[in-house]
């Protein structure tokens, strides 16, 4: 299978320039030459058989094939909401919620945050960079940093759930949804979410996960209930 490369510019030709890191590896890390095939996406959707026809100094000169519309999406909008763990955590946590499907990933700011997010482009960065190695031909959007207040008056409709130590199982609250209705779940920091806060999920009818006796960090709770909503709609 020919690699997979992204570009910045949105594909509507017979051709299309590569840049930045894309053209780089293909420089100066696979000493690439014209009549090299790979594979192109623009993260809209579908894909695009390519090769190589100019290596410039610092860009990549595409000969771009018909289109092929391969969506490798899940069925559903899975939205996650979550006070981002520390250092390199933040990045193995955003590739995996690509891998898994994730539509959107909102970094959150709650009162027990401690966290500093990575900027945007550098978390997008980490999305790309997943997404050419799992296949997915539109990126997992990443929103910005938002508040718990803010989370709660954007999020109105759909099935909403918090993870929380004394919630349902989650057995119960799949009953609950209905087919391809978004989903969007709230994971707090490492310090857990306060009572006010989960008093307010109540009042706005969010629906509170348990995920079993023992603690978990922030990323292996996002993990698993992605996991569980991405794999159950596909067995």
């Given at each position: 299978?020919?690699?997979?490369?992204?570009?910045?510019?949105?594909?509507?030709g017979?051709?299309?320039?590569?840049d930045?890191?894309?053209a780089?590896?293909?420089l100066?890390v696979?000493?690439?030459?014209p009549?090299?095939?790979?594979?192109?996406?623009?993260?809209?959707?579908g894909?695009y058989?390519a090769?190589?026809?100019e290596?410039?100094?610092s860009?990549?000169e595409?000969?771009v094939?018909?289109r092929?519309?391969?969506?490798?999406e899940?069925?559903?909008?899975?939205?996650?909401?979550?006070?981002?763990p520390?250092g390199?955590?933040?990045?193995?946590?955003?590739?995996?919620?690509t891998?898994?499907?994730v539509?959107?990933l909102?970094?959150?700011?709650?009162?027990?945050s401690?966290?500093k997010v990575e900027?945007?482009e550098?978390?997008?960065?980490?999305?790309?960079?997943?997404?050419?190695?799992?296949?997915?031909?539109?990126?997992?959007?990443?929103?910005?940093l938002?508040?718990?207040?803010?989370?709660l008056?954007?999020?109105?409709?759909?099935?909403?759930?918090?993870?929380h130590?004394?919630?349902?199982?989650?057995?119960?609250?799949?009953?609950?949804?209905?087919?391809?209705e978004?989903?969007?779940i709230?994971?707090?920091p490492?310090?857990?979410?306060?009572?006010?806060?989960v008093?307010?999920?109540i009042e706005?009818g969010?629906?509170?996960?348990?995920?079993?006796?023992?603690?978990?960090?922030?990323?292996?709770?996002?993990l698993?209930?992605?996991?569980h909503?991405?794999?159950e709609r596909?067995?």
């Amino acid at each position: 299978m020919p690699d997979r490369y992204f570009s910045t510019r949105p594909i509507d030709g017979a051709t299309v320039t590569l840049d930045g890191s894309e053209a780089h590896h293909l420089l100066h890390v696979m000493r690439a030459k014209p009549g090299l095939e790979l594979t192109v996406f623009d993260g809209h959707g579908g894909e695009y058989a390519a090769e190589i026809a100019e290596c410039k100094r610092s860009t990549v000169e595409l000969a771009v094939g018909k289109r092929e519309e391969i969506e490798r999406e899940l069925p559903f909008e899975l939205t996650l909401a979550v006070a981002l763990p520390k250092g390199d955590r933040q990045r193995w946590l955003i590739e995996k919620c690509t891998e898994l499907g994730v539509t959107r990933l909102v970094p959150l700011q709650t009162a027990r945050s401690v966290s500093k997010v990575e900027k945007k482009e550098k978390l997008t960065r980490y999305v790309i960079e997943a997404s050419k190695q799992c296949g997915r031909n539109r990126l997992m959007k990443i929103a910005a940093l938002t508040d718990w207040t803010a989370l709660l008056s954007t999020c109105t409709m759909g099935t909403r759930m918090i993870a929380h130590p004394q919630g349902e199982p989650i057995a119960r609250v799949e009953t609950r949804r209905t087919e391809n209705e978004a989903i969007y779940i709230a994971i707090g920091p490492e310090g857990g979410f306060t009572d006010e806060e989960v008093a307010s999920t109540i009042e706005s009818g969010w629906q509170h996960i348990g995920l079993g006796e023992r603690i978990l960090r922030i990323e292996t709770a996002a993990l698993a209930l992605a996991a569980h909503f991405a794999i159950e709609r596909r067995i």
